[in-house]
């Protein structure tokens, strides 16, 4: 099997994984936790527990990685002439968006996430009720913005499997 063969399948495989993982997350799994209120700890600590926060960044980065080297082929080399192109264009747009969503989902969906999961692991042990309803809000406030985050990555990346769809194509 050739190199190039190897590195579309990872393209396309991890990115349909990425993108349907995150919209899953961002309108399916996100909204149903916080209806759950305080249960939706337990949900969050399960994933933690099988490294979702890690795996998904994983895939991700060699999603953009894979992508990266195919537009460096299919340009020969990030030649001006075909990245010019219509379809260079087009598949630009569309790595430029994912690594876009790449950034916002580990540096704000994520990071907020796991800093939500370690407020309410604090706001357990600890005995004063004031200061564990302060942490609480600290914690639920945090899962809103990765939320939003979350949403925001999701479109992003459905936007670009149209563009990558669609760059064959114009």
Do not use: C
Request: hydrophobic share 55%.
């Amino acid at each position: 099997m050739s190199f190039y063969l190897v590195m579309r399948l990872f393209d396309v495989t991890l990115g349909a994984n990425w993108v349907g993982t995150m919209t899953f997350t961002a309108f399916f799994l996100m909204p149903a936790m916080q209806e759950a209120g305080p249960d939706a700890a337990k949900v969050m600590a399960g994933l933690q527990r099988r490294r979702f926060m890690d795996v998904l960044p994983a895939i991700a980065i060699v999603n953009v990685l894979s992508g990266l080297w195919l537009y460096w082929r299919f340009t020969g080399g990030f030649d001006a002439t075909i990245s010019g192109s219509p379809a260079g264009i087009v598949f630009g747009a569309g790595g430029v968006i994912a690594i876009g969503a790449f950034v916002i989902g580990v540096f704000v969906m994520r990071r907020s996430v796991l800093r939500a999961g370690a407020l309410v692991g604090r706001a357990t042990a600890v005995s004063d009720a004031g200061e564990r309803s302060r942490l609480m809000a600290q914690a639920q406030a945090l899962r809103l913005r990765g939320a939003r985050a979350g949403r925001v990555v999701a479109i992003l990346l459905i936007v670009t499997t149209l563009l990558m769809a669609a760059g064959h194509r114009v």
